[in-house]
């Protein structure tokens, strides 16, 4: 099993690494990793860029004022979401590794985001 995270500096802690290397050896995909990770990479983190969205945009329509309210439409939002979009995110993902696969790492210019 390979382990992958992108580039931000929360992750890439130097404990951070070290446990996730000795956790993944030589399996690690990260900006301090066995293999980098392109920062940003709207190829390949769909979900990412569409689920973090669209949780985003459910989760603030209220305004949480507080702490405990923000925890709780956090919590609810991520109940809703249906199965079947959880499903079409992943296999989008799929398709867009796929995909860069066959670019041979390129950027995939004629993609476009779905769910």
């Known amino acids: 099993m390979w382990f ?5 500096t929360a ?11 000795d956790v993944f ?7 301090s990793g066995d293999l980098a ?3 940003r ?13 669209f949780l985003k945009s459910k989760v603030y329509v209220n305004k949480p004022q507080t702490i405990q309210h ?10 809703e979401i249906q199965h079947q979009m959880l499903q079409d995110v992943m296999k989008n993902a799929l398709e867009r590794a ?6 041979r790492g390129d950027h995939l210019a004629d993609i476009i985001f779905r769910s």
Request: hydrophobic share 35%; aromatic share 10%.
């Open 70 to 79: 923000l925890k709780y439409n956090i919590r609810h939002e991520i109940e």
């Open 11 to 21: 992750y890439t802690a130097r404990s951070t690494v070290q446990l996730l290397n």
């Open 25 to 31: 050896p030589r399996r690690l995909i990260s900006r």
């Open 41 to 53: 990479s709207p190829d390949l983190t769909a979900p990412d860029f569409f689920l973090c969205g």
């Open 98 to 103: 796929e995909s860069c696969i066959a670019n």
């Open 4 to 8: 992958q995270q992108d580039g931000s």
């Open 37 to 39: 990770w392109p920062a």
